[in-house]
């Protein structure tokens, strides 16, 4: 079993939008076939979103697993979020937090906004294998001075960033599939308040 110390919100998908942990997800959802029962399916339904989800702050992973649809040129999906999604400015520096995105060519670029600068830092990862049309486990982490990503249980980029601690952002809902809209399945989306091990991420990956 895994330690759930840290676990501030987890969506089954489920046929249900109700939390197994932290706030209900609200929207119109539809389900398709997922990992392990249903997932959330984007492919012709709008972002959902968590109103009174827990903020993280000093640290934070993002896991999910993410059976992307064909790509979309130029186009940016983002798949797990606390961010406004309006454009960085002095006024809405405090309403960006985190967000995980899929751009075009399958790369991966997580997002974080910190305390210690008005600039967003950004970690990005070539992950082809999303593109095969298969669910695959992703996981997203920051913690002060270091950034990385992993797939199917294998890190695949890694950076040192800010020390700060992170925007609460707590105007913005937490979102599954937004703000920029994914189109795809997403399967057990979770946000956890600590830095997930590599050994963690491996067993949950398996």
């Not at 489920?14 to 119109?28: E, F, Y």
């Amino acid at each position: 079993s895994h330690d759930l110390t840290g676990l501030h919100s987890l969506w089954s998908g489920d046929g249900t939008a109700v939390a197994r942990i932290g706030a209900n997800l609200s929207g119109p959802p539809r389900f398709a076939p997922g990992v392990s029962g249903q997932s959330f399916d984007f492919v012709a339904t709008e972002p959902l979103g968590a109103d009174q989800a827990p903020a993280v702050s000093g640290a934070v992973s993002v896991e999910l697993w993410v059976r992307a649809g064909p790509a979309q040129v130029g186009v940016v999906q983002s798949l797990v979020s606390r961010w406004s999604g309006v454009g960085m400015s002095s006024a809405t520096d405090s309403s960006h937090s985190f967000n995980l995105e899929l751009h075009p060519f399958s790369e991966l670029v997580f997002e974080i906004d910190d305390s210690s600068s008005r600039v967003p830092d950004q970690l990005q990862a070539a992950a082809p294998q999303l593109s095969d049309g298969q669910f695959h486990h992703v996981v997203a982490t920051w913690r002060p001075g270091q950034m990385q990503i992993f797939v199917d249980g294998a890190m695949i980029a890694a950076k040192q960033t800010a020390r700060g601690v992170l925007h609460a952002a707590e105007s913005v809902p937490t979102r599954v599939g937004g703000p920029w809209p994914f189109r795809g399945q997403i399967d057990e989306p979770a946000v956890w308040g600590r830095t997930l091990s590599v050994s963690e991420i491996i067993t949950m990956a398996t």
